[in-house]
Structure formats: C-alpha cells, structure tokens
C-alpha cells in the first residue's frame, strides 16, 4: 500500500483517484501519521488483479486493453483475439 501525504493527495486528487479506480490503495497521513484508507470499493470478485495491482506487478490506467504486440496465430492463419471476436456475434 503506499502511502501518499495529505497535500500531495489535494495537489493531486484526480491523478490517486484514478489510481484507487484501478485497484491501488492508499494510505494517508497528515505530519507522517496514518490517518486514513482510500480504497477501491466492492464490485465483481477480482481481488487477485486488485492484488497484483497494488504489488506492483501489473497496472492499469482505466482504459481499454491495446492487446498483445505478438498475438497468437492460430492453424488457418487467424488470430486468438478474432476468434473471440467472432464467436461474441
């Protein structure tokens, strides 16, 4: 969890804001004492990626995915992600 002082958090709301919607918490403290959490609230059970967010292992900024660099070809020549794609129509 990092911790983030109370200035920096009015200085820059929106930016740890948009953190907190992807999954990071935050700790407050006014003077370097924890006074409060701003964490993400309950929704569907993801806390696995909630978790490797707030590790520091994954990230993610609230957008929609670009995808893979290197997608995956698949026999006939079709990618993994178009196949899903079309078997969503």
Do not use: Q
């Not at 004492?33 to 929704?43: F, L, Q």
């Not at 490797?52 to 990618?79: E, Q």
């Amino acid at each position: 969890m990092e911790t983030v002082g109370i200035r920096e958090l009015k200085t820059n709301l929106s930016r740890h804001l948009k953190r907190v919607r992807s999954g990071a918490r935050l700790l407050v403290t006014e003077h370097g004492r924890s006074i409060a959490t701003i964490t993400p609230v309950d929704g569907p059970d993801v806390g696995w990626v909630s978790e490797l967010i707030s590790d520091g292992v994954a990230h993610w900024s609230g957008g929609k995915p670009t995808g893979s660099r290197n997608p995956v070809t698949l026999s006939g020549g079709h990618t993994a992600s178009s196949v899903v794609i079309e078997d969503r129509r």
